[in-house]
Every structure is written in C-alpha cells, then in structure tokens.
C-alpha cells in the first residue's frame, strides 16, 4: 500500500514539475508567449479603436518579406512610437489594384511598437505580425509571431541609423511628393507659355 503511495506521489510530483517546466518553457521563449499574444491582442484592439487600420497611407513598391505593395503608417498609441506596414500580395499584384481593393490583396499587417524596458538589446521594440483578420501569422513550428521575433529582428538590425527602423514611405513621400508638385508647376509653367 506505501509503495502505491509512493509511486503516485512521485508521479504526481514529476507530472506537476513537467507541467511548470512548460509553463516556464513558454514564458521564456523569445516569441510567441502567452504574454505576447495577449500583449499583441490588446494591440490590435488598439489599433481599430484609434482606426489605425482603416487609415490609406501612400502605396510604393517593395520586395519580401513584406511583398512586392505595401504602406506604412506611423503613429503613438499611448504615448509609444507605432508603426504599423500593410502588406499586399495576390496575382498580378500592382499599386492601381491594391488602390481600387485594399481588403482583398491585404495578406499582412506587421506592426512595431516601443515598449519601455520591453528589450533594451534591440531598442525595445515589441514585433508582430497579423493576419487581415487580426489573428496571428504563425512561425513553420507554430509558434506565435509576437513579441522578439528573431526573422524581424535580424532584418531590422541592418537598418541604417541607430533604431531599427528603415527608411520608408513617411521620409521617401517627401521627395516623391516635390516631385510630382515640381512636375507640376513645370506644367504649369509650360501652359503659360
């Protein structure tokens, strides 16, 4: 009878450790922690309520791993740096179909946010990246893509400057658009003559 005992108590103990090591196991990974899916859920929450989703930005032409459309949106939601880049991709993708259909070529939203003392290594930026629907893509082992995603990150650290952040359409449009106004009143110009 004591060794029955015995051996379900011992069982009973190696279960509850294999259970805490999990537990454990999850909140150490690097992404994908039940932390960061919450943190990434309220996140996007935020995102609608301050309709950060529903704003056009400027479309231009990229490359992987965003897609060959995409737009960037800067903003703060509670005081912290966002940045939120549409990905667009589909058959014969091109700038003048995403403008006419935003929702049907939309395949990603992948967002960085500062989050103070978050991750000081890597400028304390949380990563994530969303479905159309505001669930979360998923990396090849299943794992979550919120929070220090490695893929990110590393892309992110060559960066010029020192934040990790590209330059993108916020500080390109500038030129673009004095661009097209100085085309413009060339035109202008032109007519007049």
């Not at 909140?27 to 039940?34: D, L, N, Q, T, V």
């Not at 090849?140 to 992110?156: F, Q, R, S, T």
Request: hydrophobic content about 35%; proline content about 4%; aromatic content about 8%.
């Amino acid at each position: 009878m004591k060794s029955k005992v015995l051996t379900t108590l011992v069982v009973l103990a190696c279960m509850g450790s294999f259970s805490y090591a999990a537990s454990m196991e999850n909140e150490m990974k690097p992404f994908g922690s039940k932390k960061d899916v919450a943190y990434s859920q309220m996140l996007w929450q935020q995102l609608e309520k301050n309709k950060l989703n529903e704003i056009p930005a400027s479309l231009y032409l990229g490359g992987p791993p965003h897609g060959p459309v995409r737009e960037v949106l800067e903003s703060t939601i509670d005081g912290k740096r966002v940045i939120i880049k549409r990905n667009y991709g589909g058959k014969d993708i091109s700038i003048e179909k995403v403008e006419q259909n935003r929702a049907k070529y939309l395949k990603a939203v992948t967002v960085m946010i500062k989050k103070d003392g978050y991750d000081p290594k890597n400028k304390n930026w949380f990563w994530v990246k969303y479905k159309a629907n505001g669930s979360l893509h998923e990396s090849p082992k299943k794992d979550k893509l919120a929070g220090k995603v490695a893929g990110c990150i590393g892309c992110h650290n060559s960066a010029s400057g020192n934040d990790l952040v590209f330059a993108h359409n916020k500080m390109a449009n500038a030129e673009i658009t004095l661009v097209k106004e100085m085309k413009m009143m060339n035109d202008k110009k032109m007519m007049k003559k």
